[in-house]
């Protein structure tokens, strides 16, 4: 469907909108949700000082809490969306400003909740619970809590590190100041020769044009101006890194990353194991960029020839409802119950399809506990866009095999298993399109897409992962983390990630100081766990038993009811060994071994 001048809202067809109108079919019924919010919140509050005074208390304040955030999520889920839909709307920002604004007004008369359960009896609260059959859900919530115990302080100290919370966000405000407003790339000429400006959003597909003028223009303009303002940046992330080895201290850690994984309970070995195993295998993506070196023709492999596509597709287009059998064919090995499931979420109005004016731009899975799983879209036509509708269709059931399974307490997931589900259905659809494909130069083009997924996920934010380690470790042993320091610690990983057949230019290494993901120190790991876990599961859906896809199907039932590492177990992954990484790591080996066959 060619859209030359974007529709406004309301000239869209209602078969390509979400059925967002299940959730409020009236402005009134939202109003009075937030009412009701209010209203027990402020019954909740008259409960504070007794919460583990009795289990009959214990249980009201329990049941109590999840209701207000039960109402307060679905009315902020439905406001968030209604403005997706249209940004310009002002009545749709009007109504997220007010339940934002009431989240943060609930939430801090609430606050008393968690310090009252860690200063109880820790017996007598587990004795609540073992012996009240209505609270027997709560156990491992209530238990999560308390493992924190240790690292609690005082009402008063807590009091004090709350209140410097806002500073302590200040290294990433800084940066993200300096990176989204402040910052400017001018301008380059695109493969048209039309002057263009250069963007944080374009910049990644001048760096996949077939023009190799324009990628090393695109490149050299982004660094240049980082280089310019690599003093500032180094500041605020070394900043950011002392910050978080003060917390760690404070709240007697032993280090900044043990903090960072004690939340889900991750054994400090799968960060380990991550990297060792990607060390190993790192011969092989060296295979692979020699590879790319030999099929672009090029005497000298740059930076900026690192993302070009090695194939050019031949443009094809694939309407919406060819992109559904595309997936629906792909995830058959999932089951025909899950296959029906998929098609009735399509039909029933899971999905807001294509652009409209105001809309906002990417995609998503969103819904509330009690809403259907929606998906956000913008779809053009491209198979990129079939890979983002199974990737969003993924986490849309997920979500929806979660809440008609879990309590609203454990009806979400972690960033850990959350990126699985979406993961399982890109491996089993590409997988699904490289069988199937008869065309040789189709066929490259789809193993090549495959092998970059695992380069700029698993390689890359495991090298990311890696840096992070490095510059903590270097700040509790005392090193100052100099913009040069930094410079040289990233330069030299690139390198040891990319091998011999990349030449070394100037740039490079003043590339750790865009990336804003470096200001939640130790998260970009879970993408490359993810990753590997769905590499594992989708090969046992493809090659195991059925029992192998019925316990896939269990853990998507499982919602956040157990730490993320036990909840995988369930899908017969075990994260804390190094196993998952090397299967997944042996799925690339084959795919470049494929690869280089094809180009012989």
Same mark, same amino acid.
């Given at each position: 469907?060619?859209m030359?001048k ?20 009236s ?14 919140a402020?019954?909740?509050v ?10 009959e ?8 809490r999840? =209701?207000?955030?039960?109402?307060? =999520? ?17 009545r ?18 609430m ?6 359960i860690?200063?109880?009896?820790e017996d007598?609260?587990?004795e ?20 924190e115990?240790?690292h ?5 100290e ?15 405000s ?8 402040d ?7 695109d493969?048209?020769g039309?002057?263009t ?9 001048f760096?996949?044009?077939h ?20 003093n500032?940046i ?15 201290r404070?709240?007697?850690y032993?280090?900044p ?25 790192l011969?092989v993506?060296h ?5 790319r ?7 000298e492999?740059?930076?900026y ?27 058959a ?6 296959i ?31 809403s259907?799983?929606?998906?956000l ?35 979400d997931h972690?960033?850990?298993?959350a ?17 199937k ?8 083009y789809?193993?090549n897409?495959?092998?970059e997924?695992?380069?700029?996920t698993l ?11 490095l ?5 509790m042993?005392?090193?100052?983390l100099?913009s040069?320091w930094?410079n ?5 990983l ?9 030449? =070394? ?9 865009r ?5 939640r120190?130790?998260?970009?790991y ?22 192998d896809?019925l ?5 998507l ?12 177990k ?16 042996e799925?690339?080996k084959d795919?470049?071994?494929?690869l280089?066959?094809?180009v012989?």
């Open positions: 469907m060619g030359k974007l529709k406004n809202r309301n000239e869209m067809p209602d078969d390509f909108k979400w059925k967002i109108e299940d959730m409020y079919p402005y009134q019924l939202w109003e009075e949700d937030l009412k009701i919010a209010e209203n027990k402020a019954e909740f008259k409960l504070k000082g007794s919460i583990t005074s009795s289990a208390n214990f249980e009201i304040a329990l049941k109590s999840e =209701e207000i955030w039960q109402k307060i =999520e679905k009315a902020f889920v439905f406001s968030r969306m209604k403005l997706d839909e249209d940004n310009r709307i002002s749709h920002q009007a109504m997220l400003d007010r339940v934002q604004a009431l989240i943060a007004k609930l939430s801090a008369s606050a008393f909740f968690v310090p009252e860690l200063q109880s009896d007598k609260v587990m609540y619970i073992d012996n009240k059959p209505e609270l027997q859900q709560y156990k491992f919530s209530i238990s999560t809590i308390l493992r115990k240790a609690i302080l005082s009402e008063q807590e009091n004090i590190i709350a209140r410097f919370g806002e500073i302590s966000d200040a290294p990433h800084i940066f993200n100041m300096l990176n989204n407003a910052i400017s790339f001018g301008e380059i000429e493969e048209n039309d002057i400006e250069l963007t944080h959003g374009n910049y990644i597909t760096m996949e044009s023009n190799r003028e324009v990628r090393k223009a695109a490149y050299t303009r982004v660094y240049e101006t980082y280089k310019g303002l690599i500032t180094s500041t605020a992330y070394s900043f950011n890194v002392k910050g978080d080895v003060v917390s760690a404070i709240r007697k032993d280090s990353r043990q903090m960072a994984l004690s939340g889900g309970n991750i054994a400090e070995e799968v960060y380990d194991n991550l990297i060792s195993v990607v060390h190993e295998y011969p993506l295979r692979y960029i020699e590879l070196k030999r099929i672009l023709g090029l005497s492999l740059k930076m020839d690192v993302y070009v596509p090695l194939i050019e597709l031949p443009k094809r287009e694939i309407p919406f409802n060819e992109a559904v059998k595309l997936m629906k064919e792909g995830l090995p999932l089951g025909s119950e899950y029906a499931q998929v098609q009735k979420g399509v039909d029933a109005g899971w999905i807001d399809i294509y652009e409209n004016q105001g809309k906002t731009s990417g995609a998503y899975s969103f819904g509330s506990y009690d259907m799983p929606y998906i879209m913008n779809y053009t036509d491209t198979l990129k866009d079939v890979f983002t509708l199974v990737h969003e269709m993924g986490h849309s059931m997920h979500s929806y095999y979660t809440r008609s399974t879990q309590p609203f307490t454990y009806g972690s960033i850990f298993t990126e699985v589900a979406s993961t399982v259905n890109e491996s089993l659809l590409i997988k699904h399109l490289i069988n494909e008869t065309d040789i130069e189709m066929k490259k789809l193993i897409f495959y092998i997924e695992f380069r700029t390689f890359r934010q495991t090298m990311f992962a890696e840096f992070e380690q510059a903590h470790q270097a700040a042993d005392g090193i100052g100099t040069r930094l040289e610690t990233y330069n030299h690139n390198s040891e990630y990319f091998g011999d057949a990349l030449s =070394e230019d100037e740039w490079i290494q003043y590339e750790w100081s990336i804003p993901h470096f200001y120190s130790f998260y970009v879970q993408y490359a766990t993810g990753f590997s876990a769905a590499t594992a599961i989708s090969k046992k859906i493809l090659e195991g038993t059925d029992e896809r316990n896939y199907i269990k853990f039932k499982s919602g956040s009811s157990m730490d993320p590492v036990d909840l995988l369930i899908a017969g992954v075990d994260m804390s060994k190094p196993d998952p990484v090397r299967l997944a790591m799925t690339f795919l470049v071994g494929k280089e066959e094809l012989k």
